[in-house]
């Protein structure tokens, strides 16, 4: 019911449109925004460089209507985008994203 969507930006002006935009329509609760040096493969050649990293905390529900405004709004040709499905021990926070979310 309940899932933490990551996905990673090129530079952190990106990465704040996008959460701004997801706020707004309130498909997330909150976001984390965090800055790392990550390293990958990309067409057979390793790749280095500054991500900012989003963690997105929402209800399963909308993936879909996430992944469309992510799409929309990156710049990278092939994003990620993970999903995790989460459960926890305290109602308050649960309650929390559901109140903070609409459908």
Known sequence: MYCMIETAFANRGEA????????????????????????????????EEKEYLVFMKTKEIFQEKIHQIIRENHSYECFEFAVFPFTSCSKEYLTWIEKETME
Do not use: G, H, P
């Open 16 to 47: 704040e449109k996008v959460i701004q935009k997801l706020l707004d329509k309130k498909l997330v609760a909150s976001c984390q925004l965090v800055e790392s040096n990550s390293k990958w493969n990309w067409k057979q050649t390793r790749e």
